[in-house]
């Protein structure tokens, strides 16, 4: 697992609200679900909408075009959705909030 800085302590998303990051060349949205920052792709599979302009309810993640839901824990689409969205670790620390990505052979090799 590798391991990058997405925001500052300053930068964190107040609680119940969605800010948008650039990590390792990934747009992701930072969310902040009382308390609990979970990290994740930054669109809807189901229609592309932008999850910066969602909301949270009930540890989902709802997005604004079609009101889709995703466990902020699992990923999973509501029941019947059949879809998913990425996960991705959080780890707050001293300086700020980061994100970690699991490595594959190919960045092991040219990082």
Same mark, same amino acid.
């Given at each position: 697992?590798?391991?990058?800085?997405? %925001?500052?302590?300053?930068? #964190?998303?107040?609680?119940?609200?969605?800010?948008?990051?650039?990590?390792? +060349?990934?747009? #992701?949205? $930072?969310?902040?679900?009382? +308390?609990?920052?979970?990290?994740?792709?930054?669109?809807?599979? @189901?229609? =592309?909408? @932008?999850?910066?302009? =969602?909301?949270?309810?009930?540890? @989902? %993640?709802?997005?604004?075009? @079609?009101?889709?839901?995703?466990?902020?824990?699992?990923?999973?689409?509501?029941?019947?959705?059949?879809?998913?969205?990425? $996960?991705?670790?959080?780890? #707050?620390?001293?300086? =700020? #909030?980061?994100?970690?990505?699991?490595?594959?052979?190919?960045?092991?090799?040219? +990082?």
């Amino acid at each position: 697992m590798k391991w990058f800085k997405a %925001l500052n302590k300053v930068q #964190l998303p107040g609680s119940g609200t969605i800010k948008m990051s650039d990590v390792n +060349g990934k747009q #992701l949205c $930072i969310i902040n679900a009382d +308390g609990k920052f979970t990290a994740t792709q930054s669109q809807c599979p @189901h229609a =592309g909408g @932008h999850f910066s302009g =969602g909301w949270c309810k009930s540890g @989902h %993640l709802v997005c604004p075009v @079609h009101r889709y839901e995703y466990n902020l824990t699992t990923g999973r689409g509501a029941e019947g959705q059949g879809d998913y969205i990425d $996960i991705y670790p959080t780890e #707050l620390r001293k300086d =700020g #909030l980061y994100v970690g990505f699991e490595e594959n052979w190919w960045t092991k090799l040219w +990082g």
